[in-house]
């Protein structure tokens, strides 16, 4: 597959950009080459626009998901064929509304993210997968679908960056590059302006900071008054001893891991209550809704371009897997939500957040074989094709009754998506439509020095899991 020649398809280094502020000034914002060439071995931006130098204070650093609309710019959405054939935004998305008022904040650069938002692992098969800070030899993925945000915040070429999360497309990124990320009440921040996948049940916008501190800004410049909601927060429970924690263990965590987060649960000084079977049970059933409705809204959202031939063999795989699961699922799944939301409401009566890890392993290895196995993929799209798409639906080889990896490579995806898919402790989040914060903690693991924990809490408790979020940072050994 070509590679893009220079920082990106439709803006090209050297261009001077000419963007209003909240007072009207004018700003000039020069394009500078990006990595994502060729030659390059950084792929974290699509485009970056350097801060202003000698400036007091520094300005705070915002990058910004290419799926989010910035007026005057293509959102590509991680695609080739968007880039080169999608027109300039009109309008900023609904979510830059607080930043343009706030001269302050330099917006750095749109950055890079897995195609479509639909791939797991944050692989960019056109623009270059950016780098996990913590990959060294193991070459481990960025995560994705927001690769780029966590990226740009890890490295501290964003201070802080806005991703989306449709199914923990914050949180991954966040847990693999050891960065706080924070997703959203779905319906908290407006979605007008962002690329979708489904904007009905799952899509929210959120920030991606290296710190507490940082997510808790990058929340200001998305919900008006959030500051002083979360100076509120933590005056009220300035230590863990009267937070109430349910501790949620899941099947198949490495148990280093859930070491880890008991062990920052203690430290933090939470009531830790075990939760039971029977929530385990129902959190393993709202995964597989969750993943139903997300699998199958990509079919809706995005099955016009199965047939473009800048589309990458990857996010065709997983589109056409969407189409098993609209016919198989997707109903039963919506119709069983509202369960789901009772029986997180039922929890919440006894506890004030829920704990788990982010991902169940350490994040998993880029195979070399990567390439042979985009080309296989590559081969089944183009015989399908030929596949009437409609009878295709109709048509696939089995209900996908779940997403075991030998169905994904059958459909052609590479098993490392669907590996990831099996990791992830967070669509079932985005299906009840809470928040939930994702955040490093340490861990003893011979080179991975970091891995997750996950808080849930309540709709609209951002502020709070922020807040315990704080104790369970300064309690870092």
């Given at each position: 597959m070509t590679a893009?020649?220079?920082?990106?398809?439709?803006?090209?280094?050297?261009?001077?950009?000419?963007?209003?502020?909240?007072?009207?000034?004018?700003?000039?914002?020069?394009?500078?080459?990006?990595?994502?060439?060729?030659?390059?071995?950084?792929?974290?931006?699509?485009?970056?626009?350097?801060?202003?130098?000698?400036?007091?204070?520094?300005?705070?650093?915002?990058?910004?998901?290419?799926?989010?609309?910035?007026k005057g710019l293509v959102t590509s959405a991680g695609s080739e064929y968007l880039s080169k054939h999608r027109p300039p935004a009109t309008?900023?998305?609904?979510?830059?509304?607080?930043?343009?008022?706030?001269?302050?904040?330099?917006?750095?650069?749109?950055?890079?993210?897995?195609?479509?938002?639909?791939?797991?692992?944050?692989?960019?098969?056109?623009?270059?997968?950016?780098?996990?800070?913590?990959?060294?030899?193991?070459?481990?993925?960025?995560?994705?679908?927001?690769?780029?945000?966590?990226?740009?915040?890890?490295?501290?070429?964003?201070?802080?960056?806005?991703?989306?999360?449709?199914?923990?497309?914050?949180?991954?990124?966040?847990?693999?590059?050891?960065?706080?990320?924070?997703?959203t009440t779905f319906g908290?921040?407006?979605?007008?302006?962002?690329?979708?996948?489904?904007?009905?049940?799952?899509?929210?916008?959120g920030p991606l900071a290296r710190d507490i501190a940082g997510a808790a800004q990058g929340m200001d410049l998305l919900q008006k008054g959030f500051a002083t909601r979360y100076a509120s927060a933590v005056a009220a429970r300035p230590s863990g001893?009267?937070?109430?924690?349910?501790?949620?263990?899941?099947?198949?965590?490495?148990?280093?891991?859930?070491?880890?987060?008991?062990?920052?649960?203690?430290?933090?000084?939470?009531?830790?209550?075990?939760?039971?079977?029977?929530?385990?049970?129902?959190?393993?059933?709202?995964?597989?809704?969750?993943?139903?409705?997300?699998?199958?809204?990509?079919?809706?959202?995005?099955?016009?371009?199965l047939r473009k031939v800048e589309v990458s063999s990857r996010a065709k795989s997983i589109i056409f897997l969407g189409a098993g699961l609209y016919t198989t699922q997707y109903r039963q799944a919506v119709a069983r939500r509202d369960d789901w939301q009772r029986t997180l409401r039922a929890i919440f009566q006894q506890v004030d957040f829920i704990a788990l890890p982010t991902l169940q392993s350490v994040p998993p290895r880029i195979s070399?074989?990567?390439?042979?196995?985009?080309?296989?993929a590559q081969a089944r799209v183009d015989n399908w094709q030929n596949v009437d798409l409609l009878n295709f639906t109709e048509s696939l080889v089995a209900p996908v009754k779940s997403i075991p990896v030998a169905t994904l490579q059958i459909l052609g995806i590479d098993a490392l998506e669907a590996k990831v898919l099996k990791l992830q402790n967070t669509v079932a989040v985005n299906y009840a439509g809470n928040p939930a914060l994702a955040i490093p903690i340490p861990l003893h693991h011979v080179g991975v020095p970091v891995t997750s924990l996950q808080l849930i809490g309540r709709p609209n408790s951002e502020a709070e899991l922020l807040a315990a979020g704080r104790l369970i940072e300064a309690t870092k050994p």
């Open positions: 893009p020649r220079h920082s990106s398809p439709w803006i090209l280094p050297g261009l001077t950009l000419f963007l209003v502020s909240a007072n009207g000034c004018s700003l000039l914002h020069k394009v500078v080459a990006v990595p994502g060439g060729p030659k390059a071995h950084d792929h974290t931006f699509i485009a970056y626009w350097p801060p202003p130098e000698n400036v007091s204070p520094p300005p705070l650093k915002l990058a910004i998901k290419d799926n989010i609309d910035m309008h900023d998305a609904a979510c830059l509304s607080i930043v343009r008022q706030h001269p302050e904040v330099a917006i750095v650069g749109k950055v890079n993210m897995s195609e479509f938002a639909v791939s797991p692992s944050g692989i960019n098969d056109y623009f270059g997968t950016p780098k996990n800070p913590y990959s060294g030899w193991r070459h481990m993925i960025p995560g994705g679908s927001s690769c780029g945000s966590a990226s740009a915040v890890a490295t501290g070429k964003a201070d802080v960056a806005f991703g989306t999360d449709t199914a923990g497309s914050i949180r991954v990124p966040a847990a693999c590059c050891g960065v706080v990320g924070l997703k908290l921040v407006p979605l007008g302006g962002v690329f979708p996948i489904d904007a009905h049940y799952l899509d929210t916008v001893q009267a937070i109430k924690i349910g501790r949620l263990k899941l099947r198949g965590t490495d148990h280093q891991i859930d070491q880890a987060v008991d062990e920052a649960l203690t430290r933090a000084q939470f009531q830790v209550i075990p939760l039971g079977d029977d929530l385990t049970a129902k959190w393993e059933q709202a995964k597989k809704d969750g993943t139903s409705i997300a699998g199958a809204s990509a079919w809706l959202s995005d099955s016009q371009y070399p074989s990567l390439k042979i196995d985009l080309y296989r």
